[in-house]
């Protein structure tokens, strides 16, 4: 069992910078095979954000490269989203997700912080 806990959500004017933080446990994330950060808009389906993945290599949705970056420190079991140069378009509740891949494929969920980006 992983349990995921998010920070670092606000109201931030466009073109500002905010950066999420996920502290998990249950487990060390760097057996993890996949961490991510997913997003929710009203009226939209969740959507990938952005990935890592167990050996280091990243996953960014197109609307989002060059401007976010995840990042995990092994050492405090914690993944974060470094989110720069923020739109209006961005605003969703930001969810951190870890898979975990054995025998059965688990996704686990954080309870979402909300990212809110004044034009």
């Known amino acids: 069992q992983v349990q995921l806990v998010e920070s670092g959500g606000g109201l931030v004017q466009a073109g500002g910078s905010l950066r999420l933080s996920c502290a998990a446990s249950g487990s060390p994330i760097s057996v993890i095979f996949a961490m991510g950060w997913y997003r929710q808009a009203p009226g939209k389906q969740r959507e990938l954000v952005a990935r890592i993945i167990i050996g280091g290599s990243t996953n960014y949705a197109d609307s989002v490269k060059g401007r976010f970056t995840i990042s995990r420190d092994n050492a405090k079991n914690t993944v974060y989203l470094q989110m720069n140069s923020l739109k209006p378009e961005d605003t969703a509740v930001y969810y951190c997700?870890?898979?975990?891949?054995?025998?059965?494929?688990?996704?686990?969920w954080g309870q979402g912080t909300q990212v809110t980006v004044s034009s």
């Open positions: 997700n870890a898979r975990w891949v054995g025998v059965l494929s688990t996704d686990y």
